[in-house]
């Protein structure tokens, strides 16, 4: 072959390579740093939400066992500190509904007393 051939056939082999590599997130691979980003911004997301409801971390903890424990109090603290920051009041989040006995059955209504 001569040079310009081995040159164009060179330089069509590095082209090919490059865009099979530039699709290698693609694959489905793992990436360990994109999976702790994650983590890191769902901890911190769910950290900021106790906060703003008026939680603990404490309960936080409690409430999210999954999840990282220093990424929910970095998410906590800088909500709290956002919310001095703004005059931002805390929005308490509404107590967990009670399920009656005879779950999923219709309860009747109290009839109010007669006035006779």
């Known amino acids: 072959m001569n040079k310009p051939a081995l040159r164009r056939l060179r330089t069509a082999t590095l082209l090919a390579a490059l865009l099979g590599l530039a699709a290698c997130?693609?694959?489905?691979?793992?990436?360990p740093a994109a999976e702790a980003a994650k983590r890191e911004a769902e901890g911190k997301a769910i950290g900021?939400?106790?906060r703003h409801a008026a939680r603990s971390v404490e309960a936080c903890y409690e409430m999210n066992k999954r999840a990282d424990k220093?990424?929910?109090?970095?998410g906590w603290r800088e909500m709290n500190d956002y919310m001095r920051e703004n005059n931002i009041e805390a929005m308490p989040a509404?107590?967990?509904v009670a399920v009656a006995e005879g779950e999923g059955e219709e309860a009747e209504p109290?009839?109010?007393p007669s006035k006779n």
């Open 94 to 96: 509404p107590p967990p």
């Open 25 to 31: 997130d693609q694959l489905g691979l793992p990436n």
């Open 110 to 112: 109290a009839k109010a």
């Open 48 to 50: 900021g939400g106790c």
């Open 70 to 74: 220093a990424a929910i109090f970095a």
